[in-house]
């Protein structure tokens, strides 16, 4: 589980909950560079708590916007997720490096 990917996937705008969910979920089950991702579609409906249709949209999305991509295996295997942990990464730093920018210069002209 890599809980620092998710947490920083939890800072990302994404536009809609339920797609945040799923990229959340997957990045639980990741490797710390985003390999090796394996969860049923079932197991992530089940732990966001989103429909099945719901979820198969939000992966669908994902992959279209370039947050996943997904590998669709033999017949009778699972399929696997990469999750584009740069471009995580990116969106996170610049989220990050805002708010900081945008907090300092909200304290008036008292110098850090």
Known sequence: MNYVLSFKAAKCKLGNASIKAVLRCLCDYSDDNGTNCRPSTETIS??????RR?????????????????FKPARGA??????????????????????????????????W
């Open 54 to 70: 719901t979820v198969f949209k939000a992966l669908a999305c994902l992959a279209t916007n370039d947050w996943i991509k997904v």
């Open 46 to 51: 089940l732990e966001t708590e989103l429909d």
């Open 78 to 111: 699972r399929q696997s997720y990469l999750i584009n942990a740069q471009k995580i990464e990116t969106v996170f730093q610049q989220i990050n490096f805002a708010g900081r920018f945008l907090f300092r210069s909200g304290r008036g002209s008292e110098k």
